[in-house]
């Protein structure tokens, strides 16, 4: 499985984005999916993931409420919907697969999409 994120930009405060995470293979919907961003100068971040089944989704508590992830094995596609931007939303945000369950922990992922930048302006 390949991994491949868009749908980044640059957005007003309180604005809205959808990212997409396209994933070539056959396999995915096997996979669980997750998607992470970093900041300038910072570490790399949980934000959300989604199992394999849609059973399961998880967020980080700096977005809940505000971003909603979904899925669509038809079209091997993970979605990001991040509503009521902030400033600190600004960050790259990657995608990542991991088979079973869905999980917060980046180390957890072993394949890695390429990021989409997000930018928040005040």
């Known amino acids: 499985v390949q991994l491949q994120a868009s749908g980044g930009g640059l957005v007003q405060a309180g604005g809205s984005l959808r990212l997409s995470c396209a994933a070539s293979?056959?396999?995915?919907?096997?996979?669980?999916v997750g998607w992470f961003r970093q900041a300038p100068e910072k570490e790399r971040v949980f934000v959300s993931s989604?199992?394999?089944?849609?059973?399961?989704?998880y967020y980080a508590d700096a977005v809940r409420g505000r971003f909603t992830i979904s899925r669509d094995n038809a079209k091997s596609t993970v979605y990001l919907q991040m509503n009521s931007l902030k400033p600190e939303d600004t960050a790259v945000y990657y995608c990542?697969?991991?088979?079973?369950?869905?999980?917060?922990?980046?180390?957890?992922?072993?394949?890695w999409g390429q990021g989409t930048q997000v930018t928040v302006s005040s």
């Open positions: 990542a697969a991991r088979k079973g369950f869905a999980v917060v922990t980046s180390a957890a992922y072993d394949i």
């Open positions: 293979g056959r396999t995915f919907s096997s996979y669980s």
């Open positions: 989604i199992s394999w089944s849609e059973s399961s989704t």
